[in-house]
């Protein structure tokens, strides 16, 4: 065999690779084998490519999507997702904290008791309706569940985000307490 001819068959054969790869026939194994979960596991990739006006915007359709799921599904389509929505979302929250952090110790104090009465406003809201809470939240998890679910957390978060949350939401609990609140826990800072 020459030269030129196992260049050429190695060159097709890379362009025929490319060309499968482009037209997505290696992707099956990227998304789950329940067509309804992949089309939203799909979904998801495709919000993530936008900028954050236009996630915002198309985030609204995985809310609904999920709605017509069964529990098995969210689940599951919940499971692949968490390390992605869990990375975007301490991205975000350490860029606010810096922010907050940056601010004069009465600048932090002032935007600490808007978020409580927020908060307070929130909850009241919630009482009156008598306690709807269709609007959804986090699911109820088993204990054993919930501990495997913080400990992916720390894969999915840096120490240094870890610690600025860790003393950001000390400082509220601190006004919280100044107020005569209780405590809450890592998610109450909205």
């Known amino acids: 065999m020459n030269k030129q001819w ?5 060159t097709t054969c890379a362009l025929a690779f490319g060309a499968a790869w482009a037209m997505e026939w290696f992707a099956d194994g ?17 919000v993530l490519e936008k ?12 809310r609904d999507a999920m709605k ?3 529990e098995q599904q969210r689940a ?8 992605i929505f869990v990375r975007m979302g301490a991205t975000y929250m350490e860029k606010r904290f810096d922010e907050f952090l940056a601010m004069s110790p009465e600048e932090q104090q002032s935007e600490m008791d808007k978020k409580i009465d927020e908060q307070l406003a929130r909850q009241q809201q919630r009482n009156a309706g008598g306690g709807d809470r269709s609007r959804g939240g986090p699911p109820k998890f088993p204990a054993k569940k919930m501990d495997e679910f913080r400990k992916k957390m720390m894969d999915w978060t840096t120490p ?7 003393t950001v939401i000390g400082m509220y609990n601190a006004r ?7 405590p809450v826990e ?3 800072w909205r």
Do not use: H, W
């Open 186 to 188: 890592m998610g109450g």
């Open 51 to 62: 900028d954050e006006k236009e996630r915002r915007a198309v985030g609204g359709q995985l």
């Open 160 to 166: 240094g985000q870890r610690a600025k949350f860790q």
């Open 30 to 46: 990227q998304y789950n084998d329940d067509p309804e979960v992949a089309k939203l596991e799909k979904l998801r990739d495709e």
């Open 76 to 83: 599951s389509f919940m499971e692949s997702s968490m390390p």
């Open 176 to 182: 919280r307490e100044e107020r005569g609140l209780s």
């Open 68 to 70: 017509n799921m069964t």
């Open 6 to 10: 196992c260049i050429g068959v190695a």
